[in-house]
């Protein structure tokens, strides 16, 4: 089953008296317990295309369809309601409050996301966090975490709620080998208990470790080629950047 469904996506832009396109005609699907790694040159179009899967932001053309719901044409309102039943978002820079302990900012989104129950909040947030490794960090304060810790929290943050899709821009970009590799283990992991996982990077080693990598420049898909292969995925890359040479891109 197909959870995210794009079809003919377009976005523009405009700069004083010109209009940039970003996005052009872009049509992709992933499937349930599918790891994606979507990879191109800076100015490719991957963040944007990032954001209006996460109905962050609306495409001036095509369709999006997520978990089998068409969502273009919904309101704002609608949409902030959607990415609380069906998204979870790793931002690259964590966006975690400083002024709130890590436990109780995780409690907040479960009860945004519906858990009333403040016994079953406390319950899955201490749950997600002993399966990431920060059972400790419960009480502490972003400021007291490592970058690790940190992006390890912001991931127990997607989960809250079991979505069906989790989207993450940059997840490793900040953080050192091993804590990329824990990070990275884990959407393999979720990915094979069925959720849908989609990681925009510029990094061909994390790309690799997707299950099919989409390479992207111009705003297109430019070529999509197996995971698992870190020098075929940096190959797809620099063909990706050798043809795009000189052509105007947008993030």
């Not at 964590?94 to 709130?100: A, E, I, S, T, V």
């Amino acid at each position: 089953m197909a959870i995210i469904e794009l079809d003919s996506i377009g976005k523009s832009y405009a700069d004083g008296d010109q209009t940039h396109r970003v996005l052009s005609g872009l049509s992709l699907s992933v499937d349930a317990g599918e790891f994606v790694a979507i990879l191109g040159p800076s100015g490719s179009g991957k963040s944007t295309l990032l954001s209006i899967t996460g109905l962050l932001l609306s495409a001036d053309e095509g369709n999006i369809s997520i978990a089998g719901q068409d969502l273009t044409k919904l309101s704002q309102r609608q949409w902030t309601r959607k990415r609380l039943e069906l998204l979870g978002f790793i931002f690259q820079d964590h966006q975690l409050l400083p002024y709130m302990r890590i436990g109780d900012q995780l409690e907040l989104v479960a009860k945004l996301k519906g858990q009333k129950d403040r016994h079953k909040r406390h319950a899955e947030v201490r749950s997600l966090m002993a399966d990431l490794g920060i059972e400790d960090s419960y009480r502490k304060y972003p400021r007291q975490m490592s970058g690790g810790q940190k992006q390890r929290a912001a991931i127990a943050r997607a989960f809250i709620g079991n979505p069906q899709l989790i989207l993450a821009d940059e997840p490793t970009a900040a953080l050192d080998v091993v804590s990329a590799r824990v990070v990275l283990d884990w959407f393999a992991q979720i990915a094979a208990e069925g959720a849908c996982v989609l990681m925009v990077t510029h990094d061909p080693a994390a790309a690799a470790r997707a299950q099919r990598v989409v390479v992207m420049d111009g705003g297109h898909v430019v070529e999509m080629v197996p995971g698992g292969n870190a020098a075929a995925v940096s190959q797809a890359l620099l063909r990706a950047r050798d043809a795009g040479a000189g052509e105007g891109r947008a993030a």
